[in-house]
């Protein structure tokens, strides 16, 4: 921390243009306060929830900091749940800065995926800005298992013009994010997997197909499962259609199926089925290896 404070120092230093504003003294923050949070999109905290193989993404948010240097974040998360994908310079200095115009200086850049760690350091290159409400750094993680994570901020300085010195500001109340996954389901399909109503559907009969597919709930806990179809006709034309949403207890088994019109065209269609499940009927992860065709055609 003495050398980060240091390095700020000798940047302002290296910037003879440099002087303290006239009203340095006068500027308060906010009667709010300054904060900090980890934020998504919805708003402060983050509390996103989302499935492996997911992405989400978070923000860390400064409000009503007045005078502000630049700052050394450490952010911390489950790295059993999360990997740290990309790391990002945020808003707080794409507004005005004092008296020189906003450059960033980038000092550390460190994400240590093992011990769950980003690490960023950044200064202005002779200047201090106003921040209201801005973003220091944004992070986009990948979900990598089931679980949830906090997403923390364990370490923070900030530093800024106080008394006329670029010096230590005092740390902000703080409010950390969560993410979390649903719990764990699973299913497959049993006996004949996907089938259709008709093989040979005649014109002459109408021309609505069902799909069906009979499915076994294979985890420990209640499962909420669709089968997701598509449909390829043999000139190339595509469609989808879903079942709806199944609510297994653990060891059930069950049977889904969709009807839908076909195109009145004598053709044959292959059916590619497959199996999704959710442990909360909110998230559904494809199931691996559960993929399931058959065909049928049209005919006069």
Known sequence: MKNFIQLVTLMLLSAPLFAIP???????????????????????????????GGTISVAVVLNNTQLLNGFRITVSYNSLVLNALHVR?????SGSCTPTPCQILPVFNSTIQLA?????????????????????????????????SDISISDIALTGLVNGVIDLLPTPPITNGHMFTPPPASAKYIKSAVSVAIH??????????TLSAIV????TTVAYVRVDFTIVSES????FVSTGV????VGSSGSLSVSYAVPSLPLKYHVIGNLEASGDGLFFV????????TAYSVVP
Do not use: R
């Open 22 to 52: 006239a009203n340095a003294q006068s500027v308060t923050p906010s009667a709010t306060g300054p904060s900090l949070c980890v934020a998504s999109s919805a708003g402060c905290p983050a509390n996103i929830e989302n499935v492996p």
């Open 216 to 219: 076994s709930n294979t985890g």
């Open 236 to 239: 190339g034309d595509v469609s």
């Open 246 to 249: 199944l609510t297994m207890p």
């Open 89 to 93: 310079t945020g808003t707080w200095a």
């Open 116 to 148: 769950g760690t980003v690490t960023v350091a950044q200064v202005l290159l002779g200047s201090t800005t106003n921040v209201t409400s801005a973003s220091l750094i944004t992070i986009v993680f990948g979900v990598k298992d089931f679980g949830s």
């Open 286 to 293: 494809f199931q691996a290896g559960q993929t399931s065709t």
């Open 200 to 209: 040979h559907l005649k014109l002459s009969t109408g021309n609505v197909q």
